[in-house]
Nanobody
Framework: QVQLVESGGGLVQAGGSLRLSCVVS????????MGWFRQAPGKEREFVAGINWSGSRTYYKDSVKGRFTIDRDNAKNTVYLQMNSLNPEDTAVYYC?????????????????????WGQGTQVTVSS
């Protein structure tokens, strides 16, 4: 049984930082790309950042480039999302997801249907 458990969300003031973690169990973590998505109330789930199996390639939503960093520790079965310079528009539930196959291209990394398993989400709230 594959499980993804996110942590690290919370309430932060604009300009602040948070570091999200996602621990994966039940599959060979290092074989698969990982992604972070978010969903704000009344909006569709959107891609935030993705990382390939080794961590050598990353991809970001334009609005978070330069502020967010995704990385992974394959020895710990964990993917991280460091979020700096947060603003109220970043408020959402953040989800990690593991891809359904080992190799996905950068252009398709933002697609929800590229991911097979999802965590339960962690709330991030940024106050102005």
């Amino acid at each position: 049984q594959v499980q993804l458990v996110e942590s690290g969300g919370g309430l932060v003031q604009a300009g602040g930082s948070l570091r999200l973690s996602c621990v994966v169990s039940g599959r060979t973590f290092s074989n698969y790309p990982m992604g972070w998505f978010r969903q704000a109330p009344g909006k569709e789930r959107e891609f935030v950042a993705g990382i390939n199996w080794s961590g050598s390639r990353t991809y970001y939503k334009d609005s978070v480039k330069g502020r967010f960093t995704i990385d992974r520790d394959n020895a710990k079965n964990t993917v991280y999302l460091q979020m700096n310079s947060l603003n109220p528009e970043d408020t959402a539930v953040y989800y990690c997801a593991t891809a359904s196959r080992a190799f996905i291209t950068i252009p398709t990394m933002p697609r929800v249907d590229e991911y097979e398993y999802w965590g339960q989400g962690t709330q991030v709230t940024v106050s102005s």
